[in-house]
């Protein structure tokens, strides 16, 4: 009978990366995207000017680019728990 470790395995450099970047890309884009809509009821002229058409481009191109990289993170984080399932297995 294979007994599998108990111990948890800690996750990559790189699923860390992924993670904070996908948390800091997705909490920009729904900021951007609650300021753009507080500044654009308020003065819809001031969003064609200045700044806020890069601010409301953050919210368009920030929200599907943190959604790619949370599915990166998911695949890679279960090719490396089918690893480790594999690993204890053939113990």
């Not at 990366?17 to 507080?38: D, E, N, P, R």
């Not at 953050?58 to 089918?82: N, T, Y």
């Amino acid at each position: 009978m294979a007994r599998m470790s108990t111990a948890p395995s800690t996750p990559s450099l790189l699923e860390r990366i992924l993670a904070y970047a996908s948390l800091a890309i997705i909490a920009t884009a729904l900021l951007s995207f609650f300021v753009t809509l507080i500044v654009g009821m308020n003065d819809r002229e001031a969003m064609a000017e200045g700044l806020w058409p890069f601010v409301y481009g953050l919210s368009l191109i920030g929200l599907p680019v943190g959604f790619v990289l949370l599915i990166l993170l998911l695949i890679l984080s279960q090719r490396r728990r089918r690893a480790d399932f594999r690993r204890g297995t053939r113990s």
